[in-house]
Nanobody, 125 residues
């Protein structure tokens, strides 16, 4: 599986962006797909995920109610809609995928075998 993240950019605080993660390969709908982010000088952290094909979604507490993860299986694409952005959301955002990941490992970056290249989101205050 190859992942291509896009949609980052510069946005003012309070604004919105939608990130996309396009995947190659079949059976993508059976993969767990997640978004992580890494701010300058910080560890890469979990943001949101779809667990396999269950339809269940999971979020980091700081983005709940502001970010929404969704997927279009026909297009092999996962989206991250980000609303009410603030300066703390500034980071490089990565999409990641794995087929065999178990739920207890969902938020661990080392549990994912496939990574996109990252897309930069900058929120100006």
């Amino acid at each position: 599986v190859q992942l291509q993240a896009s949609g980052g950019g510069l946005v003012q605080a309070g604004g919105s962006l939608r990130l996309s993660c396009a995947a190659s390969g079949h059976a993508f709908r059976t993969y767990t797909v997640a978004w992580f982010r890494q701010a300058p000088g910080k560890e890469r952290e979990f943001v949101a995920a779809f667990f396999r094909s269950s339809g269940n979604t999971y979020y980091q507490d700081s983005v709940k109610g502001r970010f929404t993860i969704s997927r279009d299986n026909a297009k092999n694409t996962v989206f991250l809609q980000m609303n009410s952005l603030n300066a703390d959301d500034t980071a490089v955002y990565y999409c990641a995928a794995d087929r065999g990941l178990i739920l207890s490992s969902l938020k661990r970056k080392d549990a994912y075998a496939y990574w996109g290249q990252g897309t930069l989101v900058t929120v100006s205050s």
